[in-house]
């Protein structure tokens, strides 16, 4: 797997969240992105909604 380390900061309806994670490019295409806290992971899915990518938890 390819390593991705970056900050995000997300701006939805609440105020914005700094995110610090981790993303790696599996072997099948897809990516996997990981987080330390709830509220980042709960960014990272609504951002990808807004976006239109498909997140799991």
Known sequence: MVEIKDESKVEL???PVVCEFKGY???DGKILITAESDEC???I???GKEMGV???L
């Open 41 to 43: 992971r709960q960014a």
């Open 45 to 47: 899915v609504a951002a």
């Open 54 to 56: 498909e997140v799991e």
């Open 25 to 27: 490019l599996r072997d």
């Open 13 to 15: 309806e609440k105020p």
